[in-house]
């Protein structure tokens, strides 16, 4: 059993199919999420901090971009609204996970690519969103050598987890 299952398993899985679904839709999201960090350099992206939490587009002139895009940024909409979880072991998507139900996300495809607004009413969440967007943009500058770093988080968010 690869680390992935047992924690499906230990989330609740019930076996059988609806495991192995999990894991086929795991392992489709994580090849698109390499996949775009090994075409880093043809990705452009502006955040913008907001007082409620942020909104960042990301572009492309590449089409093979542009059509990652479009299924990696609704799949991860999808799966923070599943509280179907990723990258475990790093902080600050671990805490995302956590404070799911206090993150409003709208996403819109755009002809080049996707714009994001992330919102919460917690002043807390709200840091953490903050900083999520801006791990985004660490993966879009330095794409796999970043994906491999723990991200921190915000000295002043007041964590849900422990570690």
Same mark, same amino acid.
């Given at each position: #059993?690869? +680390?992935?299952?047992?924690? %499906? !398993? &230990?989330?609740?899985?019930?076996?059988?199919?609806?495991?192995?679904? #999990? $894991?086929?839709?795991?392992?489709?999201?994580? $090849?698109?999420?390499? &996949? @775009?960090?090994?075409?880093?350099?043809?990705? !452009?992206?502006?955040?913008?901090?907001?007082?409620?939490? %942020?909104?960042?587009?990301? &572009?492309?002139?590449? *089409?093979?971009?542009?059509?990652?895009?479009?299924?990696?940024?609704?799949? #991860?909409?999808?799966?923070?609204?599943? +509280? /179907?979880?990723?990258?475990?072991?790093?902080?600050?998507? $671990?805490? @995302? /996970?956590?404070?799911?139900?206090?993150?409003?996300?709208?996403?819109?495809?755009?002809?080049?690519?996707? #714009?994001?607004?992330?919102?919460?009413?917690? *002043? +807390?969440?709200?840091?953490? %969103?903050? $900083?999520?967007? !801006?791990?985004? +943009?660490?993966?879009?500058?330095?794409?796999?050598? =970043?994906?491999? !770093?723990?991200?921190?988080?915000?000295?002043?968010? =007041? &964590?849900?987890?422990?570690?």
């Amino acid at each position: #059993m690869n +680390n992935f299952t047992g924690k %499906i !398993q &230990r989330a609740g899985g019930q076996g059988g199919r609806h495991d192995s679904d #999990m $894991a086929a839709r795991h392992q489709h999201d994580q $090849a698109v999420f390499h &996949r @775009l960090l090994s075409l880093h350099e043809h990705i !452009q992206r502006d955040l913008e901090l907001r007082p409620d939490g %942020i909104r960042a587009r990301t &572009r492309s002139d590449d *089409p093979e971009v542009v059509a990652l895009l479009h299924d990696h940024v609704p799949a #991860m909409k999808q799966r923070l609204h599943e +509280n /179907f979880g990723l990258r475990f072991w790093d902080p600050a998507f $671990a805490e @995302l /996970f956590a404070q799911q139900g206090k993150v409003e996300m709208e996403v819109s495809l755009l002809p080049d690519g996707v #714009m994001i607004e992330e919102r919460s009413t917690d *002043p +807390n969440v709200v840091t953490l %969103i903050q $900083a999520h967007g !801006q791990v985004i +943009n660490l993966f879009v500058a330095h794409g796999q050598q =970043q994906a491999q !770093q723990e991200s921190p988080l915000p000295a002043e968010y =007041q &964590r849900v987890l422990r570690p």
